[in-house]
């Protein structure tokens, strides 16, 4: 399984944009790379999936350079209910195969 | 997406007691899983529930101390047995849907063992 790291934590004041970088230098050919967001006693809420080059929803943006051995999840223009924990993982999305396995994630504090 | 709905939410057990926790998703799905997150730290794996067979358990997690069951492609239940102040935690189950192509997370189960 491809083993990520992400900064602990971060801080924004509200209305910046935020993107927080995850590393995953030994990400194999069929994984994809899925972000989750998760709010203190809830379980985590997926935001966006890709494979390369940039992906972008009603929520966020994720950008895949071409050696895909890290990306980068941007939230545009944060607000006060952005903070949150925001967890990086990577794995093949094949049903049945290895499950997604969580690192540390990245506290986000969002600040008035 | 898939909707997955726990119960208990929440709970206050007893040291040595036993809790089920019940998971029921809205649609048929391939892959169900559990998870534990104890406070302040991040989501570990405690087993894959298979349907109509036993679960696959991660290291670190045993059959007697977590039995699941999984009787068909809806639903799935996790026990935490004999439970000590260790098992305080919030339990996630979560679905693999072929639709869209990642997990789903339940809202969790929080329990306080005293």
């Known amino acids: 399984l491809a083993k990520t790291t992400q900064p602990i934590s971060m801080d924004s004041y509200e209305g910046q944009e935020v993107n927080i970088t995850c590393s995953h230098n030994?990400?194999?050919?069929?994984?994809?790379i899925t972000w989750y967001q998760q709010f203190p006693s809830q379980g985590p809420r997926f935001i966006i999936q890709g494979y390369k080059t940039k992906v972008t929803n009603e929520v966020a943006s994720l950008f895949i350079p071409a050696d895909r051995k890290s990306s980068t999840l941007s939230l545009p223009r944060v607000s006060l209910s952005d903070t949150a924990v925001y967890y990086c993982l990577v794995g093949d999305r094949s049903p049945g195969n290895t499950p997604l396995v969580f690192g540390k994630g990245t506290r986000l504090s969002v600040i008035a | 997406s898939a909707v997955i709905s726990q119960k208990p939410s929440r709970d206050i057990c007893q040291r040595g007691t036993s809790l089920t926790i019940q998971c029921q998703v809205d649609?048929?799905?391939?892959?169900m899983f559990w998870y534990r997150q104890q406070p302040g730290q991040s989501l570990t794996l405690i087993a894959t529930?298979?349907?109509?067979?036993?679960?696959?358990?991660e290291s670190g997690f045993v059959i007697d101390k977590f039995p699941i069951s999984r009787p068909n492609l809806t639903f799935s239940t996790l026990t935490v047995s004999n439970m000590s102040p260790e098992d305080s935690s919030i339990y996630l189950c979560s679905a693999w849907t072929a639709t869209g192509n990642t997990i789903y997370f339940g809202e969790g189960s929080w329990l306080t063992v005293v």
């Open positions: 529930a298979n349907q109509g067979s036993e679960a696959t358990y």
């Open positions: 649609s048929q799905v391939t892959m």
């Open positions: 030994n990400i194999a050919t069929n994984d994809y």
